[in-house]
């Protein structure tokens, strides 16, 4: 039989983990989620309106963030994120899957893990600031994506800086015209 004591201290932590039990997100345990891009969110790189831009965008968790870095663009997020500083405090990131959104206005319930994506770089859809990378869920859709816009398939760890900037240099080169 329990103390009477120790009797709202049990009430209290099974209603805990019966509301654990119902988080309906797509983050894993102790990881927070993504969260909704909305009409004033500005990219923590650039400073532009992200809602209103193309393409995937990304959010990062470094270690003891409260919020999310939003981002206007998967590349600004690596760009970000492949800074040494930044590389050694993630916890975790979150990309658009476009196999599963539009291109112009991704939808904020198709968030998936930045590690778990697949990626194409150098292709002919532009998001926020030119280039962007092109991140889905599966293979097959980034391979379904490959084929109509070119491009390379990479993974998360794949994407260095060095690819980073030639995207960059591109993105200039071509906008220059």
């Known amino acids: 039989m329990m103390p009477n004591r120790l009797k709202p201290f049990a009430s209290l932590a099974l209603a805990a983990a019966l509301l ?8 894993p345990a102790g990881l927070a989620g993504p969260e909704p891009i909305t009409d004033a969110d500005i990219c923590h790189v650039c400073g532009m309106l992200i809602a209103d831009q193309p393409g995937p965008k990304g959010e990062i968790y470094l270690n003891h963030d409260q919020q999310a870095r939003k981002f206007c663009s998967t590349l600004e997020m690596f760009v970000f994120l492949r800074q040494p500083d930044n590389a050694a405090q993630l916890s975790h990131a979150w990309v658009h899957d476009m ?20 990626y194409v770089v150098g292709h002919r859809r532009r998001g926020s600031m030119g280039h962007t990378l092109a991140s889905f869920a599966t293979r097959a859709d980034a391979e379904t994506f490959q084929r109509t816009y070119a491009g390379d398939l990479k993974r998360f760890d794949d994407i260095q ?13 071509h906008n220059s015209k």
């Open 20 to 27: 654990a039990g119902c988080d309906t997100s797509s983050a």
């Open 161 to 173: 800086l060095a690819t980073l900037t030639e995207l960059m240099n591109e993105s200039r080169t």
């Open 99 to 118: 196999g599963h959104t539009d291109w112009e206005h991704p939808a904020n319930d198709a968030f998936i893990r930045a590690s778990d994506a697949w």
